[in-house]
Every structure is written in C-alpha cells, then in structure tokens.
Nanobody, 114 residues
C-alpha cells in the first residue's frame, strides 16, 4: 500500500509560480512511476508529468519548459515546480504512483486567475 499526500495548491495570478508536493508513505526508491495528472471541469484528465524509476522524465507538451518534476528521496516526496502559470493550468492536480497497482492522492486545487 502507498499513501500519497499532496500540498501546495492555491490561487495565483497569471505568470506566477507554485510548487506542489506529494509525500509518499514508503520509500520512493521502490516505486516504479510517480507523477501528476490534472483534471479541469469539463475536460479529460491530462497526464502532466511523470518520472520513471527516478530517472526518465516525461512532460505533457502543454507544460514543457514551464513545469519541472523532481524528487527528494530522503523525504520520499515528489515535487512539481510550476512557473509561468496560465489560466488554462487551472485544475485539480492529482499525484499518482504505480507500484504493482495505481495509487492516487486526494488532489489539490490550482487556480490561475487575476
């Protein structure tokens, strides 16, 4: 079992930045894949970024150059630094992990608005 606890969402103006955190209940060394999806009202769930075996990183085209996913193995935490935020980034962001099966966090709201 893997429990995921997210934090760091909020309200930010266009062009601003936020950092999301996702703390795992076990060592992330043993977790195949971790990352973030987002779900906006009326839209399909979108895979934003993922990191595979702590090395391979893949981003959605919509966030390349603006978002950065990283890990802190000592804290068993995955981060996503989000810069140059746009109104279309507004969504609930969900942390996920794949370790024999999928696990999901509770989601954190990110709202980009002036």
């Amino acid at each position: 079992q893997v429990q995921l606890v997210e934090s760091g969402g909020g309200l930010v103006q266009p062009g601003g930045s936020l950092r999301l955190s996702c703390a795992a209940s076990k060592s992330i060394f043993s977790i195949n894949t971790m990352g973030w999806y987002r779900q906006a009202p009326g839209k399909e769930r979108e895979l934003v970024a993922r990191i595979i075996y702590g090395a391979t990183i893949i981003y959605a085209d919509s966030v390349k150059g603006r978002f950065t996913i990283s890990t802190d193995n000592a804290k068993d935490t995955v981060y996503m630094q989000m810069n140059s935020l746009k109104p279309e980034d507004t969504a609930v962001y969900l942390c996920f992990a794949i370790h024999l099966r999928e696990y999901w966090g509770q989601g954190t709201q990110v709202t980009v608005s002036s």
